[in-house]
């Protein structure tokens, strides 16, 4: 189901006029944006976006970690044979899908 579709369905069941739903949906994107780019070291961000649907962000640290693109032998710039490289901070972004609404959704 494209997000167009989503939109006309959920505007056609609770009798809401299509732009209104696009509009909020709209909002809703923005705020769920917003919070997951909040995350930090010592404030992981998680949104239950339903029961049984849940986003997490969580903030990564700056870190070295190995070069997987380098080769064994080949030799950096500066003459050192190093297999590591410098990782910027970033957030890593995951869903879940709990095994309650799996099972929700098989009828068990």
Known sequence: MTK???YKNIAKASGFDLD???EIFAITEQVIFDELSSATLKKPTKINLMD???IKS?????HEM?????????ICLDGKSDDKI???DKLKV???????????INNF
């Open 66 to 74: 190995n070069n997987p693109w380098r080769k064994k032998e080949e």
């Open 58 to 62: 969580v903030f990564i640290p700056k």
């Open 20 to 22: 209104d739903v696009k």
């Open 52 to 54: 049984g649907l849940m």
């Open 4 to 6: 167009k579709e989503l």
């Open 86 to 88: 410098l990782v910027d």
């Open 94 to 104: 995951s869903a879940h899908v709990t095994k309650w609404y799996k099972n929700k």
